[in-house]
Each structure stands twice: as structure tokens, then as C-alpha cells.
């Protein structure tokens, strides 16, 4: 099971503020309410230098010494990395951007590692007998830390939606009124110090959330069946729900962003299978 780590309010606070001496229990009680620029700037060299860390250690997964050679390592990093971004006050709009970022990432990475399976003989209409890999007890209870990763996403970005404060020890958000001098912007950018009442989930947020939800679980789908994925039930299940909370909050009828050109049928078809899991 991955760990709970409330202690990640803990070292955003260190990264972002430079405080030091109290205990974990009282900074984690002490998340601030907004950043100042220089905050902002230390916390964006902190999650850009983390994610960069986390996508090269997946694409060096084989070499000798790397830290994130399991899927274990991988996605005990990437929890505390959600934990801390989900921590980020929910006035600083780079909340949202981190959050889609590092969400694309884990949609992408999770596929590139192995889960462990055992061979099964499968006995054919015709009487063939077929080997077919189904998971075992190792790789389900992997494939359960993956499952917990992305409640951990699912419930998040619930709270980022709805522009609530995240609790990390609950893992659902907590409803706060917003500062004083609240606006809304149509955007957020990586990178850019953005007022400290910037926090609005906006519908190009809301676009790009969808498509990668839609495009993600596609791989996440695919990564499953590969390793015998549909042929547990408990799995099977799981797999539907997959983000289905945020999906519901972000509406199935949310556009996605056109391509270049127009977009062909068998792409239509697979956006429509994929809402329609939540809206029938």
C-alpha cells in the first residue's frame, strides 16, 4: 500500500516557505492560505526539477542504481509529489497546472512497467488449449498501489474543481472561503507568478482534463489487457471507475480540443464509449 503522506504538507511547507524547527504536526496544521512570488518561484524550480527527476528515472528504469526501477518506487514518488501539489493553496492557480501535468505523466508512465503474471490454460471451443497470462497475487497487489494512486488523483481533483482546500490526511477536500480580492482568470500557466487570489478552474483547464482522462485511460485500458487484466473481475471494476469522480465533475459533454484537421470517426466513437460509462 502506498503510504499516507501528510508529511508532504510538511516539506512543501519547507520548500516553499524555508521554515525549520517546528514539528511535522504543527507545520502540516500551518499550510499557508497563499504564496508570495518568491514562494512561487521556489516551488515551480522544486516541481519542474521533480517531475523531470521522475520521467527520466521511468526512462532509465533498466539501468543499474536507478531510483525508479519498480513500479513500487515510481509511484511512492508520485504520491507524495500529487500530495504535495494538491497541498498548494487553492488561490494559486498553478495548482491546476502542476496537477495536469504530473496527471499526464502518471497516465503515461504507469504503462511503461511490468506487472507480474503467471500462465493459464485456457481450453478453446475447439478443444485448442491456449497459455494466456492472467496477474498474479504480486502483480495484483501492484496493480492495487496503481488503483490507490489514482483515487488519491480522482478525489484531488474533486477538490481543485471545486477550489477546496485538499486534507491529506482524509484525501478529500475541504471547502474555505476564498480570500479577499478573489477574481477569476480564464487561464492558468506553469510557471508565471499569478496573483494570490488566482484560482479558477477554467474550461480550457476543464478541456484539457477530459482529453486526458479519455486518452489516458485508453493506455491504462490497453497496459491491463496485456498483462491478463480482464480476466479478474475486482480489476475489471476498478478499471471502469478509473477517474470516474472527476469525470463526472468535469461534465461528459465538455468538449475536447479539436486536432488539426477534423477529427475521424473511430476517435468520435471512442469519446462517446467512454462518457457514456458515466451518463447512462
Not at 33 to 60: F, M
Not at 67 to 93: D, F, H, Q, R
Not at 193 to 217: H, M, Q, Y
Request: glycine fraction near 6%; hydrophobic fraction near 35%; charge should be negative.
Amino acid at each position: 500500500m502506498i503510504e499516507r503522506r501528510g508529511s508532504s504538507g510538511a516539506y512543501l511547507l519547507e520548500c516553499i516557505c524555508a521554515t525549520s524547527g517546528p514539528s511535522r504536526a504543527e507545520m502540516a496544521s500551518s499550510v499557508p492560505t497563499e504564496l508570495s512570488p518568491a514562494q512561487l518561484h521556489r516551488l515551480n524550480d522544486y516541481l519542474e526539477a521533480k517531475c523531470l527527476e521522475l520521467t527520466k528515472g521511468v526512462r532509465k528504469r533498466y539501468e543499474p542504481d536507478c531510483p525508479y526501477s519498480t513500479l513500487t518506487s515510481y509511484l511512492t514518488a508520485s504520491s507524495s509529489l500529487v500530495n504535495m501539489i494538491l497541498l498548494i493553496p487553492p488561490s494559486e492557480g498553478v495548482r491546476t497546472s502542476w496537477l495536469l501535468r504530473v496527471t499526464g505523466d502518471i497516465f503515461e508512465n504507469v504503462p511503461a512497467y511490468q506487472l507480474d503474471t503467471v500462465l493459464e490454460t485456457v481450453v478453446e471451443e475447439q478443444g485448442e488449449q491456449e497459455q494466456v497470462p492472467i496477474l498474479s497475487d504480486k502483480g495484483l497487489e501492484k496493480l492495487d498501489q496503481v488503483f490507490e494512486l489514482f483515487e488519491v488523483l480522482d478525489a484531488g481533483w474533486c477538490a481543485v474543481i471545486r477550489n477546496e482546500r485538499w486534507d491529506a490526511k482524509e484525501r478529500h477536500g475541504i471547502f474555505e472561503p476564498p480570500p479577499s480580492g478573489f477574481n477569476n482568470p480564464d487561464t492558468s500557466e506553469l510557471g508565471t507568478e499569478v496573483p494570490a487570489s488566482n484560482s479558477v478552474f477554467s474550461t480550457t483547464d476543464r478541456i484539457r482534463l477530459r482529453s486526458l482522462i479519455i486518452s489516458g485511460k485508453h493506455e491504462f485500458d490497453d497496459w491491463l489487457a496485456e498483462h491478463g487484466g480482464g480476466a479478474n473481475f475486482d480489476v475489471y471494476q476498478r478499471s471502469i471507475r478509473l477517474m470516474h469522480h472527476t469525470f463526472e465533475e468535469i461534465g461528459a459533454d465538455a468538449p475536447l480540443p479539436a486536432p488539426e484537421g477534423e477529427q475521424d470517426e473511430d476517435s468520435e466513437e471512442d469519446d462517446y464509449d467512454y462518457a457514456t460509462k458515466y451518463t447512462e
